[in-house]
């Protein structure tokens, strides 16, 4: 089993609409969580960083942990063309260690 | 500037030559890391550096070598024992507090 799991879609969404991407993992020790976006043939950047349960904010973007099921989810409000992108959740068990990456999300935002 | 180098963008193989990929960063990060990337299997560890002088195997270190002669480069040698070295490879680094930062990639190709 992974330790951490994640759908690779693909998934197609028309522009506006609320994007849900989520992942499941198994290791306890996770406290960090992270979202990377990946454009094609280009370096993941990092669009989320949250420690431990909760959610967080950054304008269209939301992060969202729930440690007790073992699930974190990226929302995407009003989704745009502009994010269309492969989407990575990764876990890190300490500040500095090792991420673990989910097989990342294929997203298409269509106008 | 601050970021990470990755050269070149593209790169091609003969069967039986050994290549090199170069990494560069310049955000004083101490810990530096090669994945690689193959559609449908997410990001894969080759090796990963957390002091100049050290270096440590991730999952998938067969037919690949690296140094860490100096803090702000990271070179990987794919060798002719890697058998199947067609693949999207990705540099980062990273630090304390913070995730990774990634280089924009190379894609190697066996000609």
């Known amino acids: 089993q992974k330790e951490v799991e994640q759908d690779p879609g693909p998934l197609s969404v028309p522009e506006g609409a609320i994007v849900s991407l989520n992942c499941t993992y198994s290791?306890?020790?996770?406290?960090?969580f992270m979202w990377y976006r990946q454009y094609s043939r280009k370096g993941p950047e990092l669009l989320m960083y949250?420690?431990?349960?909760g959610n967080k904010e950054d304008g269209r973007f939301t992060a969202q942990v729930d440690k007790s099921s073992k699930y974190i989810s990226l929302f995407i409000r009003d989704s745009q063309p502009s994010d269309s992108a492969t989407y990575l959740c990764?876990?890190?068990?300490?500040?500095?260690?090792?991420?673990?990456f989910g097989e990342g999300t294929q997203l298409t935002v269509n106008p | 500037d601050g970021g990470i180098t990755q050269s070149p963008k593209y790169l091609f193989r003969k069967e039986g030559q050994n290549v090199t990929l170069s990494c560069e960063q310049n955000?004083?990060?101490?810990?530096m890391y090669w994945y690689r990337q193959d559609p449908g299997q997410g990001l894969r560890l080759i090796y990963y550096?957390?002091?100049?002088?050290?270096?440590q195997k991730g999952d998938i270190a067969e037919g690949y070598s690296v140094s860490r002669e100096k803090k702000e480069s990271f070179p990987l040698t794919v060798t002719s024992a890697q058998k199947n070295p067609t693949a999207f490879y990705l540099c980062?680094?990273?630090?304390?507090?913070?995730?990774?930062?990634f280089g924009s990639g190379t894609r190697l190709t066996v000609v």
């Open positions: 990764a876990p890190q068990e300490t500040s500095g260690s090792r991420l673990t």
């Open positions: 550096s957390q002091i100049v002088n050290d270096f």
């Open positions: 290791n306890s020790a996770f406290q960090y």
């Open positions: 949250t420690y431990s349960s």
């Open positions: 955000l004083n990060h101490d810990a």
């Open positions: 980062a680094s990273s630090t304390i507090n913070y995730g990774y930062t």
